[in-house]
């Protein structure tokens, strides 16, 4: 009964020493970051056009872009093709 209590007590001291790792700030990731190569593409379409609103991103190095849709969907290309990956949420 008492290594219980005293494995229990050792992994509630664990959990919650380990909590500020958790919920740390993550601005460090963005500089660090997965698209700080990422550079937009101009978009000169006109309203009318298909194009209208949609914002392009590329980085050519690593073989990939990001299309934005006027909705807040994203599309991501590796190089085959668009892949939608996520959407904007909808109004509930």
Known sequence: MKSTVLITTIAILAASASTPLVAADRKDLRTAGYDHAMQEIANTAQP?????GWRYFSDPAAVRAVVISPLGDYYLSRGKG????????SAA
Do not use: E
């Not at 009318?48 to 209208?52: F, P, R």
């Not at 668009?82 to 949420?89: F, H, N, Q, S, Y």
């Open 48 to 52: 009318g056009q298909s194009a209208h």
């Open 82 to 89: 668009l892949r939608w990956v996520a959407g904007a949420p």
